[in-house]
């Protein structure tokens, strides 16, 4: 079936610094979503692309359709990204998930 | 932002028994999604839900499984019978639309199920 693979699985960074995460998919999507899990284990939307790049503060995500890939990129990290961070693609026009496996995102002081 | 609401919030049933998950979808809305998550697994598409019929559903999605939005209510998973493996958190999610182009999915806070 249809496969994300969301690269890394955690991820360690300074306030202040930054760095991307990236999901890699095993067949066209025609949009990806990403999401970070809050405390309370609710997701919250961060993006919604179908093609090209959004940016919002501090964070940007690019998707590429054709290269099969999304990234998303966090930059000046503060202590409250922390947390677990999804992307989830569809590939199909019925609204499908497919969620990667999370990348959990600790940022220290 | 939009915000999808799920009652409960946690449900202990025994095996064999009959559980209704409800979800209270954004207002306006169109597409209705249920998704199960196991404790320590991905997260995993269940069905999806537009003008009152099924969509598209998975191999998850057991024949004890059904979904429906009776009046514009609840939109409602409903398990008869619960098996052992159906323990799992639940997410309902919707969007305003589920065609080309496709919209942002907005999921709710989870309904803890645990069968035993």
């Known amino acids: 079936g249809d496969q994300v693979e969301q690269s890394p699985s955690a991820l360690s960074l300074h306030e202040g610094t930054g760095s991307a995460l990236r999901c890699n998919f095993t067949t066209t999507m025609r949009a990806v979503q990403w999401f970070r899990k809050n405390s309370r284990g609710s997701l919250i939307n961060l993006f919604y692309l179908a093609s090209g790049t959004k940016e919002n503060g501090r964070l940007k995500s690019a998707f590429d359709s054709k290269e099969r890939y999304s990234t998303l990129h966090i930059r000046d990290a503060q202590l409250e990204d922390s947390g677990t961070y999804f992307c989830a693609a569809e590939a199909t026009n019925t609204g499908k998930l497919t969620f990667g496996d999370g990348t959990v995102l600790t940022v220290k002081p | 932002g939009p915000k999808v609401l799920q009652i409960p919030s946690h449900q202990i049933i025994d095996m064999g028994q009959m559980v209704t998950l409800n979800c209270d979808p954004v207002?306006?809305?169109?597409?209705f999604y249920w998704y199960k998550q196991i404790l320590g697994q991905q997260m995993e598409f269940l069905v999806n839900?537009?003008?009152?019929?099924?969509?598209?559903k998975s191999k998850l999605f057991k024949d004890q499984f059904s979904v429906e939005r009776p009046d514009g209510s609840y939109f409602t998973l409903k398990i008869q019978p619960t098996a052992l493996e159906d323990s799992a958190v639940y997410f309902c999610?919707?969007?305003?639309?589920?065609?080309?182009?496709?919209?942002?999915?907005?999921f709710g806070p989870g309904t803890r199920l645990l069968v035993l």
């Open positions: 999610a919707s969007s305003p639309t589920g065609g080309a182009p496709q919209d942002t999915q907005y």
């Open positions: 207002s306006n809305h169109l597409y």
């Open positions: 839900f537009y003008n009152g019929k099924v969509m598209e």
